[in-house]
């Protein structure tokens, strides 16, 4: 099957700084991505739909200055937590599907711990 | 927006015991989901049904689109079968949007 691998798998950061997280698609291309967010005991919520070559999509609720996507390529989308804040805290996973299909394929997700 | 509701939410069961776990939609759509998701977070998509049953080791997965119900079933479970298990229905009228998932199914299986 597909394979989507996010990295990091984990993350401490202070207060303040951004982090960076990768979703690539290794062995097939992405026109669309999505982002997802996870608080404890929650089940998972869409944050933004990720385009290639264009704006991301944003739910309701999700702030796009704080939490910024590219998605430059087929292969790669990236989240940006900037300033980040211990409410930021959270499980943060991508999802890909193949061009014209429907099935979708998960990251390995990343723990995001504020501090 | 669709609805997923699943149940239980939180199911502990003896190994060997068959598992059936619910989820219900509000609006037809043309493919479920099922998720597994370990304690340290991984998703594994498991199944991806339109119609009647799919069946993956002791996995099984059925779905009544008129009923707008799925099932998944586990068959001589296992303590290693203990995890989150998820529905996800994709958007109404299909598109690019994001998938909507249930809260999810703790599993716990005790040896």
């Known amino acids: 099957g597909a394979v989507v691998s996010q990295h990091p798998s984990w993350v401490i950061c202070k207060s303040g700084t951004s982090v960076k997280i990768e979703c690539r698609s290794l062995d097939f291309q992405a026109t669309t991505m999505f982002w997802y967010r996870q608080f404890p005991k929650q089940s998972l919520m869409l944050m933004a739909t990720?385009?290639?070559?264009?704006?991301?999509?944003?739910e309701q609720g999700v702030e796009k200055d704080k939490f910024l996507i590219n998605h430059a390529s087929l292969t790669l989308s990236t989240l940006t937590v900037t300033s980040a804040h211990p409410e930021d805290s959270s499980f943060y996973i991508c999802?890909?599907?193949?061009?014209?299909?429907?099935?979708?394929?998960f990251g390995q997700g990343t723990r995001l711990t504020v501090v | 927006k669709n609805e997923v509701e699943q149940s239980p939410q939180n199911l502990t069961a003896q190994e060997g015991e068959f598992i059936t776990i619910n989820c219900s939609y509000s609006?037809?759509?043309?493919?479920l989901h099922w998720l597994q998701q370990h304690p340290g977070g991984g998703i594994v998509s498991l199944f991806m049904l339109s119609s009647g049953k799919k069946k993956h080791g002791r996995l099984i997965a059925t779905i009544n689109i008129q009923e707008k119900h799925s099932s998944l079933h586990i068959t001589a479970s296992h303590p290693r079968d203990s995890a989150v298990y998820i529905c996800a229905v994709p958007p109404i009228g299909g598109g690019a949007d994001g998938l909507t998932f249930g809260k999810g199914t703790h599993l716990i299986i005790q040896p």
């Open positions: 999802s890909a599907g193949r061009v014209g299909g429907s099935e979708a394929f």
């Open positions: 609006v037809g759509i043309s493919a």
């Open positions: 990720s385009n290639e070559g264009s704006k991301a999509t944003y």
